[in-house]
């Protein structure tokens, strides 16, 4: 039996940059003072957490003072969704979300409507993308906010966020994006995009888990999620992790340097894994090419049952959607809201890459699932 495991599940975590481990490990051991302490202990940690300020909002062209630091994506998500609906009472109770967002999102927006909040579902076409007409003819006098991801976690598709934002600054209504998936993978610029709200995880580049970012555009009211020390402006109270903070900023930076080679290394092997994909009989990635970031390929191949070459196959490390709601046997709601059949969701396989996979990888990939699909 094979040993070694090919990783094809980025999407879902990455590895943690050895760089990153390397920057963060003294302040475990040596600089581990509480961040909010007046003595020199203190002092170290607080500039550490201010220097990766400074490199997180480089990768998304901000104010280091516009950063601020969470548990990661979902809480973000939440603080931002719900902090804004609840500080800004008098821009109205209506949200305008879409039916392909991360559950973090969805559920965030069931959850207000039991509280009494209109939330609008928008439709996507068949390649993922939203109507924008259905966008315009969605906002009421009493829309308050926009949600609306950059890069599908599932599908890797690529939502106009430049032309949303424009909308939305044009009509006076927030805009919040979740960008979990796209910082790092591509070119991510808050002012280019008129975005209000933004955030990320560091675990999907290459930075640890544990660790995420809420970016918020000064102008904009947020009631905390987590009431405390008065931590980040009094927006997220508790002691500060400086370990995982330092670590964040380290892989922002190392992904903002690297960025444009990655972008062409990736581009190059996804290119390649479609061509060798198309070999399968029957079998088609998801979403127009044009519209997708090229670390997400989302496959159907007929004929396939995705749950078990996922599990078969033990070397290899696979998805059929998202890790965070994948241990629940449903059809990709992505996938659905595509217009997929439950049956076409069964075939589906997320394969999601980084710079270190190789060409050999991707033609034994395809070799195994061209054989499962023989088999069967």
């Known amino acids: 039996m094979k040993n070694e495991i090919t990783y094809l599940d980025s999407a879902s975590t990455t590895k943690t ?17 509480n961040a909010s302490s007046s003595h020199s202990f203190g002092k170290l940690a607080n500039e550490a957490i201010e220097e990766a300020r400074t490199q997180v909002a480089e990768i998304i062209n901000c104010d280091n003072k516009e950063i601020i630091f969470t548990s990661g994506a979902t809480e973000s998500i939440n603080m931002a969704i719900k902090g804004y609906v609840e500080s800004n009472p008098d821009k109205g109770n209506h949200i305008i979300t879409v039916k392909t967002e991360h559950k973090a999102v ?10 009494g909040f209109e939330v609008t579902y928008l439709d996507v076409d068949k390649n993922g993308v939203i109507l924008f007409d259905q966008l315009r003819d969605s906002v ?48 991510v ?16 580049l290459n930075g640890p888990k544990g660790i995420g970012v809420l970016y918020k555009r000064k102008n904009i ?30 892989a922002c930076e190392i992904a903002c340097d690297e960025l444009k ?22 079998s088609f990635v998801v979403g127009n090419q044009y519209y997708r970031a090229s670390n997400i390929i ?29 241990q629940i046997i449903e059809s ?16 589906s396989l997320r394969i999601s890459i980084d710079k270190t996979i190789s060409l050999n990888q991707i033609i034994e990939l395809v070799e195994i699932i061209q054989n499962e699909v023989k088999i069967k």
């Open 298 to 326: 989302d496959v159907i191949v007929p004929e396939l049952n995705s749950d078990i070459i996922i599990s078969k196959i033990p070397f290899l490390a696979l998805s059929n959607g998202s890790a965070c709601t994948s």
């Open 140 to 187: 009421k006098e009493n829309t308050s906010l926009v949600v609306i991801m950059h890069v599908n976690n599932e599908t890797g598709i690529i939502q106009p966020i430049k032309e949303i934002g424009e909308f939305t600054r044009e009509n006076n209504i927030a805009f919040f994006c979740d960008a979990t998936q796209s910082v790092g993978k591509i070119k």
């Open 189 to 204: 610029d808050i002012e280019d995009d008129y975005v209000d709200m933004l955030c990320f995880s560091g675990h999907k």
């Open 106 to 115: 969805l559920s965030t927006c069931e959850y207000l409507e039991t509280k």
């Open 332 to 347: 990709s709601h992505v996938l659905k809201a595509m217009g997929f059949t439950d049956a076409e969701c069964s075939q």
């Open 17 to 33: 940059d050895p760089r990153v481990l390397k920057e963060m490990l003294p302040y475990f051991t040596e600089y581990f003072g």
């Open 221 to 250: 009211e947020l009631t905390p999620l987590i009431h405390g020390g008065g931590q980040e402006k009094g927006l997220r109270g508790g002691t500060y992790n400086t370990p995982l903070i330092v670590g964040l900023g380290k």
């Open 261 to 282: 080679h990655n972008i062409d290394v990736i581009e190059q092997k996804s290119k390649f894994l479609i061509q060798e994909l198309k070999k399968i009989k029957d």
